[in-house]
């Protein structure tokens, strides 16, 4: 088996900065995903990669950059956190559509 | 676009009941449909999946089958447990190879025992 592992678990920012999350998975996969999920709204799609330093963008990438340099690794920026922000951010990879791998995600709050 | 309605916000049972929790979909293909389950503190787990109008997808006592007619894939379980508390989500994507490896996802179904 594999796994996906999100770092930090917990991110704390101010209002403007910019925040760098990280994503590493050891299943071998080609694409990889992040989604954003609030209450009561589901999983959106922001951005994913079918091979390395491919990106296309999802519904949600307004305000978000992200970078794939390595096969096992998918990056996202928030490039401006927005005041009282609240979400978990979850990365995912698959081999192909029929079954996406989650990490535990990355709860973001911004003060 | 293509969309998933399914059940909205949360649904309470007592133990050993009838779990149903509705998903429809729209979609300019034929799409996969997929049920994902969520428990606290984890990401989404895949469940199951159907490709084509009425194959059967189950799971761990759960099941749905694909309805073209109604485009819907709703989840069902016989006799609720404590273990089956989590978020349930439905989902819809292309077949592999047919370009795209997305998923749309539904908003989700919070499914909780009534102590």
């Known amino acids: 088996g594999g796994i996906i592992t999100q770092t930090p678990k917990f991110l704390i920012g101010q209002e403007g900065q910019k925040l760098t999350l990280k994503c590493q998975q050891n299943f071998n996969h080609d694409t990889m995903y992040w989604y954003r999920q609030d209450s009561g709204k589901g999983l959106r799609l922001i951005y994913y990669s079918i091979t390395e330093n491919d990106l296309q963008k999802g519904d949600l990438s307004e305000g978000y950059d992200a970078s794939r340099e390595k096969k096992s690794s998918f990056s996202l920026t928030v490039t401006s956190a927005q005041k009282n922000e609240m979400a978990v951010f979850l990365c995912?990879?698959?081999?192909?559509?029929?079954?996406?791998?989650f990490g535990p995600g990355t709860r973001l709050t911004v003060l | 676009g293509d969309s998933v309605t399914q059940t909205e916000g949360q649904v309470a049972l007592s133990e050993e009941d009838f779990l149903t929790i509705h998903c429809n979909y729209s979609a300019s293909g034929y799409p996969a449909l997929f049920w994902y389950v969520q428990y606290p503190g984890e990401g989404p787990q895949f469940l199951f999946r159907?490709?084509?109008?009425?194959e059967k997808g189950s799971s761990r006592g759960f099941e749905a089958t694909y309805d073209k007619g109604t485009t819907s894939f709703h989840l069902r379980k016989a006799s609720v447990q404590e273990s089956d508390s989590a978020v349930y989500y439905c989902a819809l994507g292309e077949l592999p190879g047919t370009g795209s490896n997305r998923l749309t996802f539904g908003k989700g179904t919070k499914f909780s025992l009534i102590p």
């Open positions: 995912a990879s698959s081999a192909d559509s029929y079954e996406q791998y």
């Open positions: 159907a490709s084509r109008d009425k």
